[in-house]
DNA sequence: GATTTAATTTGACGCGGGTAAAGTTTTATA
DNA sequence: TATAAAACTTTACCCGCGTCAAATTAAATC
């Protein structure tokens, strides 16, 4: 009885239905008359037929693909708002491919070439940053309906979704001020993503606002290994013992994060009880902040609304045909996350 | 001069070769003449001509797709061990399809029918363990080449590449025995993770051979988020003070990193110094267990071994036409990183 | 029950490239 | 230089499905 159904043909007259229609039927369910559909979904009982995703998509103009490519994914930054992503895509009945291009150019070049082979109907597209190379990205975006988030990069995809760093800087500055003394700002002297230098230039203006005497720290380090560069950077800064506040901002969570373990490995106490030594605050809400010693107080991305949006703008651009009238940007503000490292 | 190509045929005649011989070309560059090559290739320069993917994989019975599914990405062990297992598919000639199940049973069993839709050579399949489909799995490594690691579930799939979990235990309980105070287990009660069972069946048994009392304390909590897990019961054992021993060794680093964070906040000193009230080690060599307080002493997964030795696994598979004769299981001891924390 | 409207069927073509057969040219070997 | 082997060209058909036009049928409206 079960015989096996080799294409769309073989259902067609398994079914007792017309190619066509079952053409329709898989491209809309609803738009085939009731008694069309229940026949073919009986016939589907039996026989778990499933169109050739490659026949299909060769004749398709757009498939049902999107991209969603990240620069780093085991940064667990990105890792937790690929996890919101995917599921929104599947929600949507698309097919989400993911990819990441590992902190490396020429991979993040290559990705967007493979991803122009699959035709998709739109990408999610995080770069690289300071390493993307522009003119590669801009010509991709050319061909494919894309939304940049987290890393801006200036008139490039048809929006952008991320979070505003002056928002995170304000915050924490805010807060870090008004609780004890004002913070130097510690960050990596060649970050690899541009919101570093957002931060940077937020931490400057608002601490000029504030009439008080601002400090970088530049550490030394490239590429992603954000952990090991703060634990460095902050031995050396310990072992110097030139840091000029007894309250250190650090760039991002993850740089804190090796910082800390700096502080800790020179008996350096951290948090914000009278008899501690000093106090680390930080930004962007990594899902190990809590877990650090002490556990950190730092400015989270709000992953959910930075996702949530993201998706819902790339399917926007999707319904009108790939282009918007004009580049939409959306920045989510930080959420304060007080903890007992500050 | 620059006309667009749009298929083979228009290549063909461009390059003046025909289509039948570009077409075995784009298969594989070597099997046609030198002379033939260099044609195709001058006009590939010019044209930037691709073939489309979806009409080769209709009609080929095979893709060059290896889909990779992981249990959980936003564990940055698994993070980590897809970077490997990308690039060295990359480097092989074949397409990536990265998948993460989130901790979800249904969420794999839809990766796993979407994966038998795009025809892939090969998978590699990290799988759920205690809550996988068995059902699921089996179907799917039927129809297609599939290789185990990480976690292995006996019959299922063509071979499973993993690591050695008596080994890890064996040299943690050994250190710890030697350098000071047998420890106790800590544990999830209900672990995600099969390998997480051979664990403390190992310590239970080495612990017998070396004719030590054993203590495996189990602590309650399910899902993927293990460092709460570890710091949640931490507290809670930390505030009764019942530790069996002044020695504690972590079924996992994430437990531990959770465990740690508790001892911090209950002002426990970690280390082995003799100053201090406890030791701590742990098990996988996580990419972020150099940096708790104190560093963790770690057995660790050999990840460019099991990346390696899947992948290349997998390929062998692949060329034997899917099946292999018998299913091979192999294991990589662990490496032992002393840090701080014992 | 006649008419309009919507859905379906039939038949046919196209997409872009794999692949096989038969004949032709090139290269390698002796 | 003759001969065999390898690579090539030409021709043709195939894959599985999207999609269109024309004809047919069914449902909805009055």
Tied chains: 1, 2.
Excluded at 62 to 78: C, E, H, Q, R, S
Excluded at 129 to 147: I, M, Q, Y
Excluded at 297 to 307: M, N, R
Aim: proline share 5%; glycine share 6%.
């Amino acid at each position: 009885m079960h015989k096996k159904i080799r294409n769309m043909a073989e259902f067609a007259v398994a079914s007792g239905i017309s190619r066509p229609t079952i053409s329709k039927y898989f491209n809309d369910p609803s738009s085939v008359r009731a008694s069309s559909r229940s026949k073919i979904e009986a016939a589907l009982a039996c026989f778990d037929y499933r169109p050739n995703i490659y026949a299909v998509n060769q004749n398709r103009q757009m498939t049902k693909n999107i991209g969603i490519v990240v620069p780093y994914l085991a940064d667990p930054f990105f890792a937790e708002i690929v996890r919101f992503i995917e599921l929104r895509c599947i929600d949507a009945g698309f097919a989400p491919s993911l990819f990441s291009s590992h902190g490396e150019q020429a991979l993040e070049i290559d990705i967007l070439d493979s991803l122009r082979a699959i035709k998709p109907a739109g990408v999610l597209l995080a770069p690289l940053g300071r390493e993307s190379d522009k003119a590669a990205l801009e010509s991709f975006c050319r061909h494919v309906p894309t939304v940049l988030f987290d890393s801006n990069i200036e008139g490039i995809g048809e929006a952008f979704i991320g979070s505003d760093n002056y928002s995170f800087v304000a915050q924490t500055v805010e807060y870090l001020t008004r609780t004890g003394e004002a913070p130097c700002f510690l960050e990596m002297r060649h970050p690899a993503n541009p919101n570093a230098n957002k931060r940077r230039d937020a931490y400057l203006s608002i601490m000029a606002r504030l009439q008080l005497e601002s400090h970088v720290i530049s550490i030394e380090g490239r590429g992603w290994r954000f952990e090991e560069i703060g634990h460095q950077g902050g031995l050396k800064l310990l072992e110097q013992n030139t840091l000029p506040t007894n309250t250190v901002l650090c760039s991002n969570d993850r740089l804190a994060i090796g910082f800390l373990a700096a502080c800790y490995e020179k008996g350096i106490r951290v948090g914000r009880d009278s008899d501690c030594d000093l106090r680390v605050a930080s930004q962007d809400g990594h899902p190990f902040s809590r877990f650090t010693c002490p556990s950190l107080t730092t400015a989270a991305h709000d992953y959910t609304a930075i996702s949530e949006h993201a998706v819902a703008t790339l399917f926007q651009l999707i319904e009108s045909g790939g282009r918007l009238a004009q580049r939409a940007e959306k920045l989510f503000p930080a959420q304060m996350i007080m903890r007992e490292s500050a």
